[in-house]
Structures are given as C-alpha cells and as structure tokens.
C-alpha cells in the first residue's frame, strides 16, 4: 500500500458555491462504535459524502491467463494514471441482500457515444462476501483514536479488519476554502431500469449462477457469471429483466451494460457471460431501492445489504476464490457506496478500496422503511466522487438527459449534512 499523508491544511471546501465540512469536523461532533466485538466507527448521518484526490498513478496485476486444472492464474503488472486512476477504467455495479432494487439509470458525457462508454482501458473480495471467507486472510492494524488530527478509520468487514489514515482530518482556523470544479456539459442516459414497468435498456443483469442455463462451473473456480433469472437468485439461459422483487440476504446479483466483451475488455474467464461495464472519468449512477431488515436471517453477511462498484475485470475472471485470478488485492479498485457491516444495523458505510483506500466514518441512515433515490457522480475534471441522497428539492426525475445544472443543482447540500473526505 502507498503511504498515506494527512490533509491536515483543510478546514472546509466549497462545493457547488457552499461550504462543506471535513469528515473529521462531523466526527468531532458526535463519533460511536458499532458491535463491540467489532472497530466500526460511525460518526455523524449525512445526505451527501464528497471524495477528492480520487485518481492516483499506480498499477495493479491484470489476469492474464487461467485454467480448470490449476488454482493459480498468470498475472501481468499493468500501470494506470489520470484524474480518476482505475476508476476510469470499466466498472460494474454489485448487489447484495436485502434489498429491493426497482430504478436505475447510468448517466454519460453526451459527447461519449454507448459504445466508448462501456469501453474501459466479495462473496466479494475485501470482505463482502464468502471470498475472505474462504482464504480468512487476516491484517493486523492499530487502531488509533479518532480524536486524532491525522486519524486512522479502522473497521472490521466480515470479519476481517481493515484500515486507512483519515485524510479529512480538521485543521487550524486559517485555512482558506478550497473550491472544487463544477461539471460542465449534457449528460445522456445509456441506461435504464424500471422494475416496476419491466423496463429495461442498456443494461444486462447477472449474478454467479455459471454452469445454470449459462456460463461455466468447475471444482477448481467453481461458478462463473451467468445471466440472472427474473428473480435474481438463479441462472439463466438469456438476459432477463429483475422483477420487481425482495433479494434476500446473502444473495447477489451484477449489473453491467448490454454491450458484449471484446478485445478491449482483456483477458475473461473462459466461458463466462462477458459483458462490458461503465468506463470514462466521468459518469452517473442513479439508483432507487430499500434495505428492509431481515432478522431471521443466519449464515454469511446476514441482514447486510449493499450496494458497491467493482473493476469489471474482477468478476469476468473471478470475483471469490484463489487471490492471483483476480487483480483485486493488488489495487484494481472496489467502491463500497452503501454497505451494512453489522446484521441489524440502521447505518450505511462508504469506503474505497484500492491501492490508495480510504472511507468515512460518517454514514447514511438504512432505508429500511421506504426506498430512496441516490446518485453516485464521478467527475474525471476534478478527481472526485459524490454519494447524494436525493429528494424531491433535487429537481431529478429520471429523464434522458440531464444538464450540468441539473447535476450541480443535485449535489446541493446542507452544509452540516455532506462530508468531505480526501483520499
């Protein structure tokens, strides 16, 4: 991992022409510890996190090469660099249970056509699923106080301990605000999801089901990606649309766009379903959905929906299982957007993974009751990602297009309620 250095110089930072706090100034104000067997630490509900210095020049190691008759892959070291690091590169949205996911829309530069969109250069891998499950890879950190000006954020994700060096740290009351650059230009919509009028457009959902109506098993890398049935929880033989539907704990599905793999997508799980996701520095998420609570539920991450990004290349080869046949421990990406770390629990983390990581200890309240709507916008101008919780003052509704306006108009906040964090 790269160092880490303290953004000890910044006190606020003008967003869209209104001042925000850091993430350290919201924890000051109040800060709790979850679970006590656990070192997750929540600090203030916000409706908005803010991340800066995105994008860092680095390189991970790509799979280049894998086999039903060996455990290990062939890996080559692959350099990246820009505003945005491998978050310009082609991502895929991932859903977990429970959850009731009905709306989505992906929005694009409008001067990008849908094919260059989708052309970029856990069980989840970190701990979101069985993946950590099965190799328990455990790191040994120390936890630091939060009071701390160049604090550390430690939390425990299923399991396994992880930690990073809080670069919204406060400052001394001279620090000047820092503004940070509005998007500019029309937004197009490239894809759309409507659960509740089975509509579905530029997207194809799949989940890991290989070897049931579509895709590949093997005792070795067991399942790959398959198409999703309609209820999410099984395979299937074509591209379905999600009904309208609850997805329980521990289940997951994958949403990438509807053009298929290939050559630009690199080296893929030989056959597995392979499509493109979402690349570009810039582009915008929507999602409508709701995180009920399931209190009977048992087993791996139960009652722990989420909602999270991953380097599309980690599921196309394999998102769980033998560490070199995937890029994910060395630094490809992952972006946990709203993730539930304890069953039961009413707050939704955020956190980067990658080889400069980073996340917040201030939270968004689980939409356990009623859905939501919120965006997730990646400005490649200003190497910086917003989570936003809309509401009805946003003004978004879904259209075809948006303008930059729009956007700006959405990422308008209470200064008291978005955090700013530095990565």
């Given at each position: 991992m790269r160092?880490?250095?303290?953004?000890?110089?910044?006190?606020?930072?003008?967003?869209?022409?209104a001042l925000a706090l850091t993430s350290q100034q919201l924890c000051d104000v109040t800060k709790t510890k979850g679970d006590p067997s656990l070192n997750n630490w929540y600090c203030s509900a916000v409706n908005a996190i803010a991340y800066q210095n995105v994008?860092?020049?680095?390189?991970?190691?790509?799979?280049?090469?894998?086999s039903n008759s060996a455990a290990q892959c062939s890996q080559a070291e692959t350099p990246y660099k820009g505003a945005m690091?491998?978050?310009?590169?082609d991502w895929a949205i991932h859903v977990r249970g429970p959850i009731k996911f009905t709306k989505?829309?992906?929005y694009m530069p409008s001067k990008t056509t849908k094919r260059e969109v989708n052309t970029g250069a856990h069980q989840r891998r970190h701990g979101h699923q069985q993946f950590h499950e099965h190799n328990k890879e455990v790191r040994e950190v120390q936890e630091r106080e939060l009071e701390e000006r160049a604090d550390w954020t430690v939390m425990t994700m299923d399991g396994k301990v992880v930690s990073w060096r809080n670069n919204g740290a406060g400052a001394a009351a001279t620090a000047a605000p820092t503004p940070l650059a509005k998007i500019g230009g029309n937004w197009k919509?490239?894809?759309?999801?409507?659960?509740e009028k089975g509509t579905l457009d530029g997207l194809t959902f799949l989940n890991h089901n290989?070897?049931?109506?579509s895709g590949v098993f093997d005792y070795v890398h067991g399942n790959s990606l398959s198409y999703a049935s309609a209820d999410g929880l099984s395979g299937a033989a074509s591209p379905q649309v999600l009904k309208n539907t609850l997805i329980p704990s521990n289940k997951e599905f994958a949403i990438f766009s509807d053009v298929k793999c290939d050559a630009d997508c690199g080296f893929v799980r030989p056959g597995?379903?392979?499509?493109k996701g979402f690349g570009g520095p810039s582009k915008a998420f929507v999602f409508q959905f709701q995180m009920p609570h399931e209190p009977s539920a048992t087993g791996l991450n139960p009652d722990m929906s989420a909602i999270w990004m991953l380097n599309a290349k980690i599921p196309r080869t394999l998102q769980y299982g033998e560490a070199t046949c995937s890029c994910w421990d060395t630094g490809c990406g992952e972006f946990d957007i709203f993730e539930i770390l304890e069953k039961g629990s009413t707050k939704c983390k955020s956190t980067f993974h990658g080889n400069t990581p980073g996340g917040d200890s201030n939270y968004f309240r689980r939409p356990a009751n009623a859905p939501i709507t919120a965006a997730v916008i990646f400005n490649g101008d200003a190497s910086s990602a917003q989570i936003q919780i809309l509401d009805a003052s946003s003004g978004f509704n879904w259209d075809t297009a948006i303008t930059s306006d729009m956007i700006s108009k959405m990422t308008?906040?209470?200064?008291?309620?978005?955090?700013l964090f530095s990565l």
């Open positions: 160092s880490f250095v303290a953004a000890g110089a910044v006190l606020a930072a003008s967003i869209n022409g994008g860092t020049p680095g390189s991970y190691k790509a799979v280049t090469s894998m690091g491998t978050m310009a590169e989505m829309a992906v919509r490239t894809g759309f999801y409507d659960a290989g070897g049931s109506g597995t379903v392979a499509y308008t906040n209470d200064p008291n309620k978005i955090s």
